[in-house]
Nanobody
């Protein structure tokens, strides 16, 4: 089994910053890709940013220049630095990882989510 635990969400005023963390644990041989997704009320879950074990990152157009994703694959940890936050960024933010377990199983794992609320 592999678990992902997010932290760092909360309430912040528009223009403020938050840093989300995601820690993976369990029967992990390797992690190939990690990403942040978000789901606002009444909307579909969407990709925010992702990063590969090789350090290649990808961002949704709506957050380019505001968010920075980073990963420490040696520690199975990922971060999302969010700056200049807007009220429309209010959502539950989820961590996702594609992992290879110690028993050579390929697993796609989601965290439980952390709520980010941006007030105007």
């Amino acid at each position: 089994q592999v678990q992902l635990v997010e932290s760092g969400g909360g309430l912040v005023q528009a223009g403020g910053s938050l840093r989300l963390s995601c820690a993976a644990s369990g029967s992990i041989r390797s992690i190939n890709n990690m990403g942040w997704y978000r789901q606002a009320p009444g909307k579909q879950r969407e990709l925010v940013a992702s990063i590969t074990s090789g350090g290649n990152s990808h961002y949704a157009d709506s957050v380019k220049g505001r968010f920075t994703i980073s990963g420490d694959y040696a520690k199975n940890t990922m971060y999302l630095q969010m700056n200049s936050l807007k009220p429309e960024y209010t959502a539950v933010y989820y961590c996702r990882a594609t992992t290879m377990t110690l028993t050579d199983r390929y697993l796609l794992v989601w965290g439980q989510g952390t709520l980010v609320t941006v007030s105007s």
